[in-house]
Structure formats: C-alpha cells, structure tokens
C-alpha cells in the first residue's frame, strides 16, 4: 500500500482517537447491548407467563400435561384471526426458542439480527458524518495537498471500513457478556431444567453472518459518504436514509433494502425477538452479486467525486 496512503488513514485514526467519537461508539455500543438484552428479557418473561398460565389451566382442569406436551401444536387461521390447538406445546416450544435465543451461544448473532432495524440508518450517518467533518473543520485542504485526492480518498474508505470492523466486533463482545449476565437472572426465575433447550439449526455459519453483517453495513455507510460528498452535510443523509429505511414499503425486488431483508432472511434464523417485515424474496447469489457490485460501485463514486470536487484546492 501506498506509504502516503498509510500515514493519511494513521491521521484519521488519531483523529478519531482525540475525538469524541470515540466515547461515543463505546457508549452507543453498551446501551445497544443493554437495550436487546433488556428486550430479550421482557420477551422471555412474558413467554414464561403466558407458559405458566396455560400451565395451571390445564393442572386445574386434570389435564395430564405429559400427554399434550408430547403431541404437536399447529396455528390455523379462522375469520383472518390465528388459533392455536395445543397451546400448552406452543408455549413450551416457544420458551424453549426463547431461551436459547439469550444464550451466550446465540445471544451474539441475535444483536446482529436486532441490528437490521438500526444499522443502516446508522451507518449512513457515520459514512456522511466522516465525510462531512473535513469541511466543517476546513482540514480538508490541507490533507488534499499532502496525501493527494486519490490518497484522501482511499485513506477515507479504508477508515470507514476499519470503524465498521471495530463497531461489529464491540457489539458482539458487549452482546456475548450481557448474554451471559441475562442468563443469569432468568435462571434464578425460570426453572430452566423443564425446558428440553437444544441447538436448533442455523442457515448458516457464525462468520457467514459477521461477513454479511460487515457487507451491508459497508454499503449503506458508502452511500452516507457519497451523500456527504456530493451535499457537503449530513442532514440530507439522514433525512433521505430515514425516509426510505422507516417510512417507504419495499416496491421493487433488487432495491437496496429488498436485498437486506432477502440476505438477511437467507444466513439467519431469527429465534429471537428480531423479524424481518415484508420483503419480496429474491435470489440469493444475484443479491449477494449486486451487493458487492454495489459496493464496489459506490466506492470508486466517492473516489470520482472527490477527485472532481476537490480538483480545485490540489492546485
């Protein structure tokens, strides 16, 4: 790699050191992994309750719950409302996915679910917010001069990536200790020993999921820079990414957030609390393809762009 190359994203990462921003990922990471464990508990309780309840209705009526918990439960729609026959199974079924959804096992991989909801929006603004900060600190000549466009450039998208890495990694590692803190507590409420908790079946690895966790943050924190490139201001960012993550209805089959929801729906298993709303599925290597094009898109777009924008101050 270019030595300029190397020496600009060492500058970005001191930057970064003496920043706030710093604090503020750790922070943001802690209370992510308090809030899904929070959740994860509430859920797991009110399961447990709803298990319980059905539990003495059946205790009450002599109902042997031996025999119903050896047969199988199904959920059959009547009037556009769901009925459950064997409930009593439902429910044990239901606790028993819940408690290995907050298990250190999979605890990990249900904060990468959850985070379907936030990363994107959130990388957005990282990718803007990185972009943007050089003009509003005025530095951005100064590191044109010294590293070039192409160094600033790349220096900037390697930094981007290098944050990505080290936000994932602090949610699975902050995910895993909750996990284990959660399970815990639930254990001194919830007989565990009446749950037969097995290890269910994954659609994928452990690392097929980081890796896809580490492609889909990239691409939207890619477009978050290509805004903050073109706009010079984060605001469009957000007000864009907002609007069409949280507001607009998936309407077409390879639109960005369709191909989320489809790969997502694709590598995880969903055992927990987190669950993909509607989506239109679609091929699962033509989605990861225009992924990675996507990304290798963008990313020479900021670097065209930038060399465009800045051809000015090189001079």
């Known amino acids: 790699m270019n030595k300029k190359i190397i020496m600009a994203v060492n500058i970005e990462m001191e930057y970064l050191k003496r920043s706030y921003l710093c604090l503020i990922a750790v922070t943001c990471i802690i209370l992510y992994s308090f809030g899904c464990s929070f959740f994860q508990y509430?859920?797991?309780?009110?399961?447990?309750?709803?298990?319980?309840?059905?539990?003495?209705?059946?205790?009450?009526?002599?109902?042997?719950?031996?025999?119903y918990l050896d047969r199988e439960?199904?959920?059959?729609?009547?009037?556009?409302?769901?009925?459950?026959?064997?409930?009593?199974?439902?429910?044990y079924a239901e606790m028993c996915k819940a408690i290995y959804s907050v298990s250190p096992k999979y605890g990990p991989v249900q904060a990468l679910e959850i985070g379907i909801a936030f990363f994107p929006f959130i990388f957005v603004i990282i990718g803007s917010g990185m972009m943007v900060s050089d003009y509003k600190t005025k530095i951005i000549k100064h590191k044109i001069l010294r590293f070039g466009r192409g160094g600033y450039a790349i220096s900037k998208l390697i930094t981007m990536f290098f944050i990505i890495c080290s936000l994932i990694i602090g949610v699975l590692l902050t995910s895993k200790i909750f996990s284990l803190l959660l399970t815990g507590i639930l254990a001194r409420k919830i007989p565990f020993d009446e749950f037969n908790i097995c290890n269910y079946t994954s659609n994928s690895s452990f690392v097929t999921k980081v890796i896809i966790t580490l492609l889909i943050s990239l691409?939207?924190?890619?477009?978050?820079?290509?805004?903050?490139v073109i706009f010079r201001k984060t605001i469009p960012a957000v007000?864009?990414?907002?609007?069409?993550?949280?507001?607009?209805?998936?309407?077409?089959?390879?639109?960005?957030?369709?191909?989320?929801?489809?790969?997502?729906?694709?590598?995880?298993?969903?055992?927990?609390?987190?669950?993909?709303?509607?989506?239109?599925?679609?091929?699962?290597?033509?989605?990861?393809?225009?992924?990675?094009?996507?990304?290798?898109?963008?990313?020479?777009?900021?670097?065209?762009?930038?060399?465009?924008?800045s051809a000015y101050i090189a001079r």
Request: net charge negative.
């Open 219 to 228: 691409f939207f924190c890619l477009i978050g820079a290509l805004f903050g």
């Open 239 to 309: 007000i864009v990414s907002g609007i069409y993550l949280y507001i607009i209805p998936v309407r077409f089959v390879y639109e960005p957030k369709n191909i989320m929801y489809s790969i997502m729906n694709r590598c995880f298993d969903f055992y927990g609390i987190a669950k993909i709303s509607s989506f239109i599925l679609c091929n699962f290597w033509t989605s990861m393809i225009i992924l990675l094009l996507s990304i290798l898109f963008l990313g020479l777009s900021i670097i065209l762009v930038i060399k465009e924008r």
């Open 42 to 67: 509430e859920s797991v309780m009110d399961l447990y309750d709803s298990y319980n309840n059905i539990s003495i209705f059946y205790e009450d009526g002599n109902l042997d719950k031996g025999e």
């Open 73 to 91: 439960y199904s959920i059959d729609e009547t009037d556009g409302a769901e009925v459950i026959k064997n409930p009593l199974m439902y429910f």
